[in-house]
């Protein structure tokens, strides 16, 4: 199915890979399969799946995930038209040489339909458990950012930095695209921004408040940052990720997120697209079939351009 | 790839090592527990046919996909390629496919090869085959997380629905370390950390470690893939050292056995390995033992240098029975070549072995 012409943004949606210790459930590969194959029926542009190890918060349950680049590699093979991207990659959890190696390769397997997102983490536990440093993250990963845009689009690089080695390497073979698929910087604080704003395609902020006031100021600071670099804010596209509670959502925990009607929620989509972001991705509640299902009328009324 | 280029490469002897096959430390495989998992699978379409097809045979074999470049051609392979080559495996009754695990190959002068990333073409082959097993051939353990590498493991595993095995080494091309930043020093002790670390986890499910290289702190693996102990684990192996942690902690044990000739070292490596696993207190047939070997197909154009198993497929199935006979049951076939034609040249040699009594 062709991406509808008429609709004001891509509609991308976050697949669950983890364990749902209350409900007793585990999300088995075949329940993944199933999902984002018929999400990529029902016309949703992109799937996202997270990149983490295991949460630990006590006294909350812990739960852990699927490694999401594997999950998404079996991905790229079983699905034909939607983007692919991880809602994002930690760079702390892999050397950044292997992140450029997979993005190339997914990009490859999916025929150019990767989104390499990355981030510099947050969970500490998580950290903790894959014995990964957790101080001077965004030193880290502005290491990291520099070495995998540089392999992406220049396809070689010789670095020497403080956390971080890539010495006369060369990224070979190229995937589908010759610069690579793009990249996405997931950013909410000023210097995050800013690295985004000199090295990536494309900034996303993460689920969290959903007030307009918020996004507009992410903006402009993020319209600042460009403008320091030297770089034409309109060349660095926005995305959002979003909660959107449907009417059956049964909440644990209560979080900001879209509700209403389909036509309340495609006006609310409307309205990001109008506040200048390309891509939402959309973490839904219930996160099920069921709940892609009950989504799916949203897609069909932002399609007739209402 | 040329069996010819010289490698100037750090000699340990704990570390298994070829000097004439570039990208040569692979391993991978898996066993009885295969038939019972593909019960669970959506598309277990097996069940009955080939596998049965199959009784026969005197031990499993394996291609070797080669996701690099071809050394003649220069030409790197499509995922489509791959796919094909693949599928058609897996259609003439291969019984496992191996990846190998590089991410910058550069062998002396200065030639760099070109190779994709082998852990997500392990799981993309993972979704779009049903029968075969598939294994790294062999995953170093210096360049991912060791606890992320088992995370990796349980979840290609899930997607295979239950025919990984992890092969695991201690790496041996040092420009891969080099290009990276990572130490080359320790490897086998480092390998000793993360190969505890990687076994503990896929069997417990959790672990809390303080090592000298690695930690792992509260860590525990979830959720769990088809098999409650994880898939198998698979340790190339050749020095002493690294022959005693295979024993201590491998499911199996793999040799990268290179030329032909090589088959005459059968009974010394199954003395070796024995004595290992009696020093480490295991029964010695509890260890499988699998390896890696070369075949020129049968009507291939013959290169002066290829030091692969060559001949008819009767001699051909004659060299794998001697294998199976000293104790090895389950080959990687390096395929020469290693193209659909090759694949198809092959497959009377595969059913010449079912034939087997």
């Not at chain 1, 699905?79 to 490859?108: F, M, N, Q, W």
């Not at chain 1, 395609?201 to 307009?212: K, V």
């Not at chain 2, 049903?130 to 995953?139: I, Q, Y």
Request: hydrophobic share 40%; with cysteine; aromatic share 8%.
């Amino acid at each position: 199915m062709d991406t509808p012409r008429n609709r004001p943004l891509k509609v991308g949606l976050l697949t669950p890979t983890w364990e749902d210790r209350a409900e007793g459930t585990v999300m088995r590969w075949k329940d993944v399969r199933e999902r984002v194959l018929q999400a990529e029926a029902l016309g949703f542009d992109s799937m996202w799946l997270v990149d983490h190890f295991l949460w630990r918060n006590p006294p909350e349950e812990t739960f852990g995930f699927w490694d999401g680049w594997s999950m998404l590699s079996a991905l790229a093979d079983a699905t034909s038209r939607v983007e692919l991207g991880l809602l994002v990659a930690c760079t702390s959890y892999r050397h950044p040489t292997i992140i450029a190696k997979i993005a190339d390769t997914i990009d490859e397997i999916s025929d150019g339909r990767l989104t390499l997102g990355i981030g510099a983490g947050w969970t500490e536990t998580e950290f903790r458990a894959l014995g990964a440093p957790y101080d001077h993250r965004a030193s880290r990963f502005e290491e990291a950012l520099t070495i995998i845009a540089t392999l992406l689009r220049e396809g070689e690089i010789d670095f020497e930095g403080n956390y971080y080695q890539a010495r006369e390497v060369e990224l070979r073979p190229r995937g589908p695209r010759p610069q690579g698929p793009p990249i996405m910087v997931g950013a909410t604080r000023d210097r995050m921004i800013q690295l985004a704003a000199r090295h990536a395609d494309n900034l996303n902020r993460d689920f969290g408040s959903i007030s307009r006031a918020d996004l507009k100021s992410w903006q402009a600071r993020t319209d600042a940052a460009c403008a320091a670099v030297g770089r034409d804010p309109a060349t660095l596209e926005r995305t959002v990720a979003v909660a959107i509670d449907l009417p059956n959502a049964q909440l644990r925990a209560p979080r900001e997120a879209l509700t209403g009607s389909p036509e309340e929620l495609a006006k609310s989509l409307r309205a990001i697209a109008a506040d200048g972001m390309t891509h939402v991705q959309v973490w839904l509640e219930p996160n099920t079939l069921a709940g892609i299902e009950a989504f799916a009328p949203t897609l069909e009324l932002l399609d007739s351009n209402g | 790839m040329s069996r010819k280029l010289d490698m100037t490469i750090g000699e340990t002897s704990d570390v298994q090592m070829t000097r004439d096959r570039p990208l040569g430390m692979f391993t991978y495989g898996d066993g009885a527990c295969m038939l019972k998992w593909v019960a669970h699978q959506p598309h277990a379409i097996i069940e009955g046919t080939a596998m049965d097809a199959h009784r026969n045979r005197p031990l499993k074999v394996g291609l070797f996909l080669q996701t690099f470049e071809n050394m003649r051609t220069r030409v790197a392979p499509s995922w489509p390629d791959l796919l094909l080559l693949a599928q058609r495996a897996e259609a003439v009754g291969f019984d496992s496919i191996w990846v190998g695990d590089h991410l910058f190959v550069r062998f002396p002068p200065d030639d760099v090869y070109q190779i994709w990333e082998g852990w997500s073409m392990l799981s993309a082959l993972a979704a779009s085959t049903t029968r075969v097993e598939l294994g790294s051939l062999v995953a170093c353990t210096s360049f991912r997380n060791p606890a992320l590498l088992a995370k990796m493991a349980v979840t290609v595993d899930e997607i295979s629905g239950g025919r990984l095995t992890l092969g695991l080494g201690a790496g041996w091309h040092e420009p891969d370390f080099r290009a990276f930043g990572y130490p080359y020093d320790h490897r086998v002790s480092r390998f000793e950390e993360a190969l505890t670390l990687i076994a503990t986890l896929l069997r417990k499910g959790k672990i809390n470690f303080e090592g000298r290289f690695h930690q792992a702190r509260e860590c525990e693996l979830r959720p769990r893939g088809p098999r409650a102990q994880g898939p198998p684990i698979l340790v190339g192996a050749a020095g002493e050292r690294m022959l005693r942690l295979t024993a201590r902690h491998a499911d199996i044990w793999n040799r990268d056995l290179g030329p032909a000739e090589s088959i005459t070292e059968l009974p010394e490596w199954r003395t070796r390995v024995d004595a290992a696993c009696t020093k480490e207190g295991r029964d010695p047939n509890s260890l499988e033992r699998y390896a890696m070997i070369g075949i020129e197909t049968p009507g291939a154009p013959s290169s002066e240098d290829s030091t692969s198993h060559k001949g008819s497929p009767e001699e051909l199935a004659d060299a794998l029975r001697t294998y199976a006979s000293e104790g090895i049951s389950h080959v990687q076939v390096w395929l020469e070549p290693a193209t659909l034609a090759g694949i198809e040249a092959f497959a009377p040699t595969l059913e010449l072995l079912d034939r087997s009594s």
